[in-house]
Nanobody, 114 residues
Framework: QVQLVESGGGLVQPGGSLRLSCTAS????????MGWYRQAPGKERELVAR???????DYADAVKGRFTISRDNARGTVYLQMNSLKSEDTAVYYC????????WGQGTQVTVSS
């Protein structure tokens, strides 16, 4: 089974930056499409960004130009660089991995507040 371990969440001021990391236990990590979802209080979980096994990326309109997803297959890790953070970005962020099945991390809290 694939296990995902997230790190990098925390409290940041508006306009600041934060980088989330997610390390997967998958033996064939390079086969997986990796992604980040988030769920804000009172809102449904939504896709933030994803990156395929060959490097194609997609972003939610709300984060385009501010967030960047990347992956390091040698380390089995996917990253989410978040810049120009807004209060609207406050949410629990979840790492996902998809190949034959879907796998989810436990989530990490990101709070943007002054």
């Amino acid at each position: 089974q694939v296990q995902l371990v997230e790190s990098g969440g925390g409290l940041v001021q508006p306009g600041g930056s934060l980088r989330l990391s997610c390390t997967a236990s998958a033996y064939i990590f390079s086969h997986y499409t990796m992604g980040w979802y988030r769920q804000a209080p009172g809102k449904e979980r939504e896709l933030v960004a994803r990156i395929t096994n060959f490097g194609r990326t997609d972003y939610a309109d709300a984060v385009k130009g501010r967030f960047t997803i990347s992956r390091d297959n040698a380390r089995g890790t996917v990253y989410l660089q978040m810049n120009s953070l807004k209060s609207e970005d406050t949410a629990v962020y979840y790492c996902t991995a998809t190949y034959r099945s879907d796998y989810w991390g436990q989530g990490t809290q990101v709070t943007v507040s002054s």
